[in-house]
């Protein structure tokens, strides 16, 4: 009796600590994660950071890192390795799982992670390319010295920090999904690059093209989706004389096999990831030197994509962003220079449809001859499962992403190979390395030439008064219309036959004007001479380009006001159109309808989080625009719904066009564009009068509310329901989950000044008050002025840390 | 009785001490062998371990969420479907300890329990 009491407490015993020792599901080990000694309360930090005064790594020479009470650090080192290797190492303290986590999904390797669910993510990330491409990148980095240095460096400083953690000081995401760093590489950082490249390029739409132009055909193809809409202001400004044609290419023809392209396109970049930035003269500022700002919108996450930075080196003194897992500053200015970004959103993805010899898929069809293919078997591990292989058939335009083997059901479909320039080895980690360390106008030139994807507009603005934009990448010399469709990777005039030379992409320095800017919109007008294609925004753009032609006497403060500006210029162009649809003497007086009328006439277009009429006038617009293109819906192939201002010139032009006929519902009645108009504002009365009564908030700022979501889309470890104004086609593009990742104004002169805010916080560490700092003013529009140090001049500096070398 | 405060005392000093080197569930050995060394009551001898455990977690957890004014407790409440409110999850947590604590307080009686001692 007594045995077997004291076995069966025994075994109770062991069983329960084996349980809570382990794994179950999505549990973490929950007895090592409550542990209050290793478990998750050691990553709840103290509320004051605890920084050591001391601290002993492998740099060559002492050095210092001073923390400002934003917790920016500045790195104050004698030469480049340690630079970048501090860089390294305090980049991990904060941020080491984010940058691990990324990498890992870059590489397709989440299921090792999370186990087989990330299966079919990982599959399209080794089947596009990532990880071969990031291999290859390295091979580049390796054979430059420069590239080298540095990257071995940085790796060594985040390496530095992973061996010095223990169980207790583990980061809080590792402990949760319980498992351990691996040492950082050269090929980790490659990654994040091909991450980036990924996340602002993988805006093609061959398919939805392909599908739209099979559906509609080539004549109202072009009438609904034209390169170039009314008024499109672009970068470059109109009038500006480009050199001719200095490539040779055969021209192609538009083809298309008629077959419907019934794919789930892979994941893909949101088209409402853009960014703004420009750059005043000093003629037009109040103090007389060049202004820049820049706001790039991406998705909004927790850690933040961007972490803050000063480096200082006897051949630098650069402020700015980094991304976690890459050396250098981003986005940023020096004691001369300023510089800033936005997406260039040229199309430089395109697909071809391979003609495979046989089954076994070793040869296929090009220019009349059979070349082989290479097959590289992708090893994707999983946790608590099976190893899963997958061979990826490469051809010469690029890996065959979709066939056979990829479908769910092995349906025998089109095989499509994927040719992107994020494939072709490039070196953009040199542009940065020159641009943070330039000092003039030829330097920033010297620093694009090394710059290939994803393509940028570079903005540029110095002390001497030189204000500069440059549209920046390795983009394809097209024919006409070459690649909006999918290609028959058979023929030899389809492939890329030459690149645009790095010369003539668009540029301009110190227009007329006084001011240049991008918002993703297109690079130049019909008289450049090079095709290209590109997903390009319609609307901010011009309100930006209309603000700063009208400004004058520019001071930091009016520039806070247009990054943070609401105004929705596709309101203004489609709402007067459609409130003319609305019989004003059918609403009764104190009806919902009548309300929301008032509301929109009274409207000034501003998107701003305390007013009623941006809501009502978002619910009409995506009602207008279910009903007018209805004929799309529930396709069981994917397809693009046309632009805004096609739907102006729609509503224009062809007031009558079949397109306004309603088909989803029973109603067969002949529709036009009036009555559509009428049916969606009476759609748009009900769902405002149905937010009222359920008392959910129809102010704008409610209905656009953003959730800063982790990256592991853990709601606990996320900002949720921020209330804040904004709108995709305003300024200031809050469109959740988008919205502007880094808000910066910098105004040059003897020594610059600097204004910014991010919507994050310096600590990668939810456990950290840090971790969310700066959210709340970025939501408020409020900026942080940057604390530009020097060697002489570093008092404002918070925590002191003397980095001691180890002998 | 006074024996119970003396090996409360002791498991959770013990424990205290060797978790700084040895994993969490070092605490069921600590608690186990107390019992074993000390004896007494089978009835009390869960809440030896419990006690020991439950204190020393409580006050430790507690003390690191006071001086995160609750951040990460709250976080980790939602996570787990706990109300969120200050010192819940520290006591979640030590009662979790206490529990596994009592099992090897419970246990290492027992096995003395055995030997008629």
Known sequence: ?807 | MKIIFLKIALIAGISFGLQFILPWWIIVIVAFAIELLFGGKTSLSFFSGFYGVFIYWFMYAGIIDFQNGFLLSKKIALLFHLPQMPLIVALVTALLGGIIGGMGSLTGNLFRKMFNV
């Open chain 1, 1 to 807: 009796m007594k045995i077997l009491r004291f076995i069966i407490s025994l075994l109770l015993t062991v069983g329960l600590v084996f349980a809570l020792n382990m794994k179950i599901g999505m549990l973490p080990p929950v007895g090592k994660f409550i542990d209050p000694v290793n478990g998750f309360w050691q990553n709840a930090e103290k509320l004051e950071p605890e920084i050591l005064p001391e601290l002993k790594l492998n740099v060559t020479e002492a050095s210092k890192i001073i923390y400002d009470e934003r917790l920016v650090p500045h790195i104050f080192a004698d030469n480049m390795h340690d630079l970048y290797f501090l860089q390294g190492y305090v980049t991990a303290m904060n941020r080491l799982w984010q940058m691990e986590f990324q990498t890992h999904a870059a590489a397709g390797r989440i299921s090792e992670i999370i186990g087989e669910k990330a299966i079919p993510f990982d599959r399209e990330q080794r089947r596009i390319g990532m990880l071969w491409s990031a291999e290859n990148a390295v091979k580049i980095f390796s054979e430059d010295t420069l590239a080298k240095q540095i990257m071995e460096a940085y790796s060594e400083g985040v390496n530095a920090y992973i061996n010095s953690l223990t169980e207790k000081t583990l980061p809080l995401e590792y402990k949760l999904l319980n498992y351990k760093p691996e040492q950082w590489t050269t090929l980790k950082s490659a990654l994040l690059l091909k991450f980036m490249a990924k996340m602002l390029t993988a805006n093609e739409r061959d398919f939805e093209n392909t599908n739209m132009l099979n559906l509609i055909g080539k004549e109202k193809f072009d009438l609904l989706f034209p390169d170039y809409f009314p008024n499109t202001d672009p970068i470059i400004p109109r009038g500006t004389v480009f050199d001719s044609v200095s490539v040779k290419i055969d021209t192609g023809k538009v083809t298309t096999t008629g077959k419907q392209i019934t794919y789930e396109p892979i994941e893909k970049t949101d088209a409402h990831i853009g960014s703004n930035n420009w750059a005043v003269s000093g003629s037009k500022t109040l103090s007389g030197k060049p202004i820049l700002c820049n706001d790039p919108h991406l998705k909004l996450s927790l850690p933040s994509i961007w972490y803050e930075i000063q480096l200082n080196a006897p051949d630098i003194n650069v402020y700015g962003v980094s991304l976690p897992g890459s050396p250098g500053v981003v986005i940023g200015f020096n004691d001369w220079v300023a510089w800033g970004v936005t997406n260039a959103s040229v199309d430089v993805r395109d697909w071809y449809e391979i003609t495979f010899k046989d089954a076994s898929k070793k040869e296929y069809l090009f220019n009349e001859k059979w070349l082989n293919t290479t097959a590289r078997v992708e090893e994707i591990k999983v946790r608590g499962g099976k190893t899963f292989y997958d061979t990826v058939y490469y051809t010469h335009l690029g890996p065959v992403v979709y066939e056979s083997n990829f479908t769910e059901s092995g349906a025998k479909q089109q095989n499509l190979a994927l040719k992107w320039t994020a494939h072709s080895p490039s070196n953009e980690l040199k542009t940065f390395y020159y641009m943070n360390r330039a000092k003039n106008y030829s330097d920033y030139e010297h620093a694009l030439t090394f710059y290939q994807c994803p393509g940028q507009n570079f903005v540029y603005a110095d002390a001497h008064n030189d204000i500069a934009i440059w549209q920046q990448g390795r983009f394809p010399a097209r024919w006409k219309e070459q690649g909006k469709f999918i290609m028959d990777g058979s023929m030899r005039e389809n492939e890329w036959q030459a690149y645009i030379p790095q010369q003539q992409n668009p540029h301009v320095k110190n227009p007329e004007r006084g001011f240049v800017s991008s918002a993703n919109q297109h690079g130049v007008d019909e008289t450049y001479p090079y095709y290209y294609l590109g997903i390009f925004e319609h609307y901010r753009n011009r309100r930006i380009n209309n603000e700063l032609r009208r400004m004058q006497n520019i001071s930091a403060d009016t520039m806070f006001r247009l990054q943070n500006d609401n105004y929705n210029l596709m309101a203004e162009e489609n709402l007067p159109v459609m409130l003319e649809y609305v019989n004003k003497n059918e609403l009764k007086n104190d009806s919902v309808e009548k309300l929301v009328l008032d509301a929109l006439e009274k409207w000034n277009y501003m998107h701003d989080a305390e007013m009623i009429g941006p809501t009502a006038f978002d619910l009409w617009w995506k009602q207008y625009t279910t009903f007018v293109w209805d004929e799309f819906e529930d396709k069981p192939y994917k397809l693009i719904k046309p632009h805004p201002s096609a739907v102006l010139r729609f509503m224009k032009e062809f007031p009558n066009d079949r397109l306004f006929i309603h088909q989803t519902t029973k109603d067969r009645t002949p529709k036009n564009a009036v009555n559509l108009s009428y049916d969606a504002f009476y759609w748009t009365g009900l769902k405002i009068n149905e937010l009222i009564i359920e008392d959910e908030h129809p102010q704008w700022g409610f209905q656009n509310a953003i959730t800063v979501e982790h990256l592991a889309r853990i709601p606990a470890f996320s900002f949720n329901n921020l209330v804040t104004g904004g709108y995709k086609y305003a300024v200031n593009a809050v469109s959740p989950p988008n919205g502007p990742s880094w808000r910066m104004v910098v105004e040059l002169g003897n020594k610059p000044k600097a204004w910014g805010v991010y919507p994050g916080g310096q600590s990668g560490n939810p456990g950290s008050a840090n971790y969310t700092a700066f959210v709340e003013k970025w939501a408020k529009s409020e900026y942080y002025e940057l604390l530009f140090m020097s060697r002489e001049n570093q008092e404002k500096g918070k925590y002191v840390q003397q980095i001691i070398p180890v002998k």
